[in-house]
């Protein structure tokens, strides 16, 4: 069992450990109380803002994080901002169905709750929904969190609001963050939509992924509380430029063509199998397909029918995506929507081009002849012409590797998004 499960502190701190930690803080924490005091002091009648320093010094701010913790990105967002906030000093307690896949590394101030629903044969489905709303308001209660922090609206903000009317008179801050198909699929279902709306529009701070989401959520849910947009964010250092010595996908002088993603028809996977095709009857070349979902089985097919199965690698999930990104020499992702694509951003920090469609926020993260191409999902020429572009001279290949590296570090930096999280949770008061 993981050291992380169940609901109590991560195992690995001991009652030892935890004496030293509280010891190490004590004379830390009687410092700040000092100097608030003397701030206090100093400016007379304490003001708002000194009312501020002393919660924000004093105490330290209690953080719960809820998403989705399979394999996808509003995931990894989420358990990377939880590391990044447990490192600048918040308790950060997730609360989901089970251990987001990301959460691999042991810190402290990290803490998981499972939220599990109860069966019971009249249920045709436990009441995930209901379990998670529970688990929020106990873990509020016995930890005393400030904010819940939810990644992806559909339902884990209707959740989240739920919590909070429970929880009355005491006051939680709600922050929600749109990550995509919440936004342009899944909650337009006429099943979800007034439910979605309300609880986005109920949350007190709601943040979107890229600018195309914030459009999109003002335009066709009406939204008319500000939408902050802090772009998803990559570590330089982990996804990094590096061919491992002994981890090989293919011989030397084949070319790598990879995809990464869940699989599902907005991914547009046959696009990538076709493009693939294309490119292997020109030269040697093999396509690595990173992942699993609904249309994987459908892609094994289409590849036998064109007569590169032989050739293209279905690895199935993977959770080490730094140690498989760099072996490519371009990144497919040819989606029908798209509020951002973490994994083409993730794969330009590895210094690997992307090929990407022209849709949704992808044209915020890949710039179009300068890191990689874009094109029109359904324009499948257009994607095979700068596949061969880029294998074909690789001079271009290495320049726009060295470029998208460069702006995926100047421009999605893992401090300033984390920063600008802070600053929301901060304007909670
Ligand atoms: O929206 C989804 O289908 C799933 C979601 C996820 O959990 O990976 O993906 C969305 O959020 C990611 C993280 O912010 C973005 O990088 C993806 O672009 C976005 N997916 C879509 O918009 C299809």
Do not use: W
């Given at each position: ?31 700040a ?13 304490p ?5 501020i ?6 105490r ?13 990105g ?5 358990t ?10 918040y ?6 169905n089970?251990?987001?896949?990301r959460?691999?590394t ?24 209901l ?13 005393d ?11 884990f ?40 709306q309300?609880?986005?529009q109920?949350?007190?701070?709601v ?6 989401l ?8 009406g ?14 250092d ?5 061919k ?28 990538v199998i076709?493009?693939f ?5 020109r ?5 690595v ?22 050739d293209?690698l ?7 995506m ?22 083409a ?5 590895a ?8 849709v ?7 710039e ?11 324009h ?5 012409q ?6 074909t ?5 290495r ?28 304007s909670?008061?």
């Amino acid at each position: 069992m993981n050291a992380r499960r169940g609901d109590r502190a991560p195992a690995k701190r001991t009652a030892a450990a935890r004496t030293r930690a509280t010891a190490k803080r004590a004379p830390l924490q009687r410092e700040a109380k000092r100097k608030v005091r003397g701030a206090v002091k100093r400016a007379g009648k304490p003001t708002a803002k000194t009312q501020i320093v002393r919660t924000s010094r004093v105490r330290r701010r209690r953080l719960g994080i809820t998403c989705y913790s399979h394999f996808g990105g509003s995931g990894v967002v989420a358990t990377e901002l939880g590391l990044a906030l447990a490192r600048r000093g918040y308790d950060v307690h997730f609360i989901a169905n089970r251990l987001p896949f990301r959460l691999r590394t042991f810190e402290s101030n990290i803490f998981f709750h499972e939220a599990t629903p109860a069966s019971y044969p009249v249920f045709d489905q436990a009441p995930a929904n209901l379990a998670l709303t529970t688990k929020m308001v106990e873990v509020v209660e016995n930890y005393d969190l400030d904010i819940l922090h939810v990644h992806y609206a559909m339902p884990f903000a209707a959740s989240a609001y739920l919590a909070r009317q429970l929880l009355l008179p005491r006051q939680l801050g709600v922050v929600t963050t749109l990550h995509g198909t919440d936004i342009t699929l899944v909650g337009l279902e006429p099943a979800f939509f007034r439910v979605t709306q309300f609880s986005i529009q109920s949350s007190d701070r709601v943040t979107a992924v890229s600018r195309f989401l914030k459009q999109r959520a003002e335009s066709t849910f009406g939204i008319t509380r500000p939408i902050e947009v802090i772009y998803n964010f990559v570590d330089p250092d982990v996804f990094a430029p590096r061919k491992r010595a002994g981890l090989r996908l293919a011989s030397p002088s084949t070319r790598i063509l990879m995809h990464a993603s869940n699989f599902r028809p907005v991914k547009n996977i046959p696009a990538v199998i076709h493009v693939f095709a294309e490119v292997r009857k020109r030269m040697q070349a093999k396509l690595v397909m990173v992942g699993d979902g609904p249309e994987k089985a459908g892609a094994e097919h289409l590849a036998r029918e064109l007569g590169v199965e032989r050739d293209v690698l279905f690895l199935g999930n993977q959770d080490c995506m730094e140690e498989l990104l760099p072996l490519a020499d371009v990144f497919l992702l040819p989606s029908s929507t798209e509020s951002f694509g973490l994994v083409a951003l993730e794969a330009m920090s590895a210094e690997v081009p992307v090929v990407a469609s022209n849709v949704g926020g992808l044209p915020e993260v890949v710039e179009h002849g300068v890191t990689g191409f874009l094109h029109d999902p359904g324009h499948l020429g257009g994607f095979v012409q700068s596949v061969l572009k880029l294998l074909t001279n690789e001079p271009l290949r290495r320049a726009m590797g060295r470029r998208a590296r460069r702006e995926a570090r100047r421009r999605f930096d893992p401090h300033e998004m984390v920063g600008r999280y802070i600053r929301v949770y901060e304007s909670l008061g």
